[in-house]
């Protein structure tokens, strides 16, 4: 069965038939990931401009693990990340999705995004986080969601509060041996 990719990122298609659609909306559907995604997922996740928040690009080593790691959390947890794909084109524009992180020791389920800068200030990361939300709510049945975004962060910042979040908290997060303050934002269903 054919496996296509297109480094142009226009089509996310694998098996030779359009994925699943887990949850859509108005101008995106939402589908799992896949292995075979990896150089979508490289043109976002390798770009410093996008992954800021992270203070780096992704190796390619890095891809692949974070790849993997959302392919166990699908397994584990049935939901993560999801490819969002544009309707009207079927261009990949990021990656959206409700996830299990563990905040001061509590497990919270957080709705997260990175997009392509290609589609910065068009409105999607608000449409996929609110359609996020409501997955979350509604299909998953969880009654909170949080987000956890950098203080400098504005424009995550912006999505988050447009979509009905409100700081409730922060807490220091370490990556890559760093500590980085975030706000918790939250919404109850």
């Known amino acids: ?33 896949s292995a ?6 490289c043109k976002i996740l390798q770009d410093k401009e996008i992954m800021y928040a992270w203070e780096h690009a992704f190796s390619d080593e890095e891809v692949s693990e974070w ?3 959302n392919l166990v959390r699908y ?15 079927q261009s990949f524009i990021g990656v959206i999705g409700p996830l299990i992180d563990d905040i ?5 389920i957080e709705i997260a995004y990175i997009l392509d800068k290609e589609y910065w200030g068009s409105g999607y990361a608000i449409e996929g986080a609110k359609a996020c939300v409501e997955y979350a709510f509604n299909a998953l049945n969880i009654d909170k ?12 910042r912006k999505v988050a509060e447009k979509i009905g979040m409100k700081i ?3 807490f220091i997060k370490t990556y890559n041996g760093k500590d980085m303050p975030h706000l918790i934002y939250s919404r109850s269903k």
Not at 36 to 41: E, F, I, T, V
Not at 75 to 89: C, L, Q, R
Not at 147 to 156: L, V
């Open 1 to 33: 069965m054919p496996f296509l990719c297109y480094t142009d990122v226009k089509l996310f298609i694998f098996g030779g038939v359009d994925m699943d659609i887990v949850f859509s909306s108005e101008r995106l559907n939402f589908r799992k990931i």
């Open 36 to 41: 075979n995604g990896y150089k979508s997922l």
């Open 67 to 69: 790849i993997d790691k």
């Open 75 to 89: 397994k584990n947890e049935g939901f993560s990340y999801f490819a969002a794909i544009e309707k009207n084109t």
């Open 104 to 108: 001061n020791g509590k497990k919270q």
């Open 145 to 156: 969601v949080i987000a956890q975004i950098r203080p400098e962060n504005t424009s995550s």
């Open 168 to 170: 409730e908290g922060e």
